[in-house]
T-cell receptor, first 114, second 113 residues
Framework: GENVEQHPSTLSVQEGDSAVIKCTYS??????FPWYKQELGKRPQLIID?????GEKKDQRIAVTLNKTAKHFSLHITETQPEDSAVYFC?????????????FGQGTRLTINP | DTEVTQTPKHLVMGMTNKKSLKCEQH?????MYWYKQKAKKPPELMFV???????INESVPSRFSPECPNSSLLNLHLHALQPEDSALYLC????????????FGEGSWLTVV
């Protein structure tokens, strides 16, 4: 089955600097790659996603890149702010038996230092 | 309306109790999911329903029993749970089709005593 590796497990950056989180996946059939932000005690919230036919996507301070050949994708957050502090999960998804199965990475705890 | 609603938000149950978690969405999504999340871990898939039929069961113990009465509702029946089953249980839904967003509910915090 699919295996998603996420690095680093913790990341601390100064406010205003950039943060990068990287993920690799194992199943070349995976075709959808979302990123979720989860604050303490809350649900995972989708922040950006990318489909396998796209190499890069940007939404304001957040961008995601996908390298299908290497089977890795990355989240880039620029001009970080204290409210960006949270746990971030990458995920990979493919269709199985009429449904999409989402497999998560282990998460990255991002801390923004003021 | 992009809400997935879960009840109850918190549940404490004994190991001999029978209880249920409920999930509801009115977005017309035909795929619904149960995930389990332990502290400091990612969500872990339990079950997937597609068009009200169980399509994926990730080898979940039979003390967890899912039910999808209609396209808007998803239940998780709990019986004879163990303390290690204490976790956040997340329901999610998604429009059927490739590469569509999964929407998570707020979750139900379960404590088994």
């Amino acid at each position: 089955g699919e295996n998603v590796e996420q690095h680093p497990s913790t990341l601390s950056v100064q406010e205003g600097d950039s943060a990068v989180i990287k993920c690799t996946y194992s199943d070349s059939a995976s075709n959808y790659f979302p990123w979720y932000k989860q604050e303490l005690g809350k649900r995972p919230q989708l922040i950006i996603d990318i489909r396998s036919n796209v190499g890069e996507k940007k939404d304001q301070r957040i961008a995601v890149t996908l390298n299908k050949t290497a089977k890795h994708f990355s989240l880039h957050i620029t001009e970080t702010q204290p409210e960006d502090s949270a746990v971030y999960f990458c995920a990979a998804s493919k269709g199985i038996q009429g449904a999409q199965k989402l497999v998560f990475g282990q998460g990255t705890r991002l801390t923004i230092n003021p | 309306d992009t809400e997935v609603t879960q009840t109850p938000k918190h549940l404490v149950m004994g190991m001999t109790n029978k209880k249920s978690l409920k999930c509801e969405q009115h977005m017309g999504h035909r795929a619904m999911y149960w995930y389990k999340q332990k502290a400091k871990k990612p969500p872990e898939l339990m079950f997937v329903y597609s068009y009200e039929k169980l399509s994926i069961n990730e080898s979940v113990p039979s003390r967890f029993s899912p039910e999808c009465p209609n396209s808007s509702l998803l239940n998780l029946h709990l019986h004879a749970l163990q303390p290690e089953d204490s976790a956040l249980y997340l329901c999610a839904s998604r429009p059927v089709g490739a590469g569509n967003t999964i929407y998570f509910g707020e979750g139900s915090w379960l404590t088994v005593v």
